[in-house]
């Protein structure tokens, strides 16, 4: 019990600290149970965080802050109908044109497995290639059951798209409007004494902001350079591969890993071993390494920094709770871990054995 006591006292002995951590706790609780149904005031707020970096170098240039905001909100909004009206529909056909042609590339693929017992009989049989095109099959019974599910939930599902279409965009623009008035109500209903949450806040707002601002120009570039090279080299689905490339940069380590096997997939289906296909894998891979190696220095510096191990792990557990968002926000959330243990305060307390005997 007296090491119990103990480590109470030592960790847990500043009242801010106790504040804190009930505050942080409290948080988690609320997004774990109620993300759902906040998804499109959480996702609102998130993107109002990335433009108060925008509002705030034009307020520095002298411009009001109302007018700041709507120039923003504007450019904001030019943005997502560019998205929505430009590359959406390129990308639903090309989605389109993929599904109408993965019967013939199934079909090739099946064809260049069971050449493989006739080359390589010591290594491979045709036991083993008719269990692997067994589960292929069944995969692929599953995947067409899931988007035949999909496809009979899609009213709802335009429905929610319609809903947060239109709500989000008054959400960001009211975050931005008012955000002292938020960040006054905020601060009336926290304790007065906030010295180590005012510490731990600076840290990870430096962290995440640059984190995520960064990761935004990450994936347009690496977008951009991924497409640009598909297009020239004539490869298929050269803009929804693109994009692939573009959002794997969000999932570090892992999502590399993963969006390689459909862009060099598509690349055999469509030239086989060939030197167009050399050629392409060569620039992909060109891509990749400059990516790790000089953007993400360049964007990002020591802003994080975190093992590999810690980055896996983050990612894992973020994304087990909050999906798509917990991914692309695994290693902010970490960061913000590790600058609430890095300026946590330890109490020291006296050990019994180190103390003198009392004559």
Known sequence: MQVVTDWFKRYLSDPQVVF????LIIGFVVVITMGHMLT???????????LEGLVRTLE????????AVLVVFTAFMVFVAAVLFGLMPLLSRQVTQLGQQLPSMIGTGQ??????????????STAQIEEL??????EIAAFGQTALSLSLASVVGVITFVVYVILMPLLVFFFLKDK?????WVKGILPRHRKFARTVWHDVDLQIGNYVRGKFWEVVIVYAA???????????????????VGLSVIIPYIGAAVVTFP???????????????????????????????????????????????????????????WGFWGVFFAIPLATLVQAVLSAWPVQEVADEESQPEVA
């Open 40 to 50: 499109p005031v959480l996702a609102s707020l998130v993107i109002a965080y990335l």
């Open 133 to 138: 095109m067994g589960a292929i099959r069944t």
């Open 226 to 244: 991924s497409f640009a090279t598909f297009s020239a080299m004539q490869l298929n689905f050269a803009m929804l591969l693109g994009v692939l």
């Open 20 to 23: 804190l951590a009930l505050f």
């Open 263 to 321: 862009v060099l997939l598509i690349a055999w289906f469509q030239w086989g071993w060939t030197a167009d296909f050399l050629w392409l894998t060569v620039a992909y891979f060109i891509i990749q390494a400059l990516d790790g190696n000089v953007l993400v220095p360049l964007l990002f510096s020591e802003v994080v920094n975190l093992h590999p191990v810690a980055i896996i792990v983050a990612i894992l557990v973020f994304g087990g709770f």
């Open 111 to 124: 064809q260049a497995l069971m050449r493989l017992p006739e080359r390589y009989p010591e290594l491979v």
């Open 60 to 67: 520095r240039r002298g411009i009001p802050r109302m007018a």
């Open 180 to 184: 002292k008035l938020i960040v006054r």
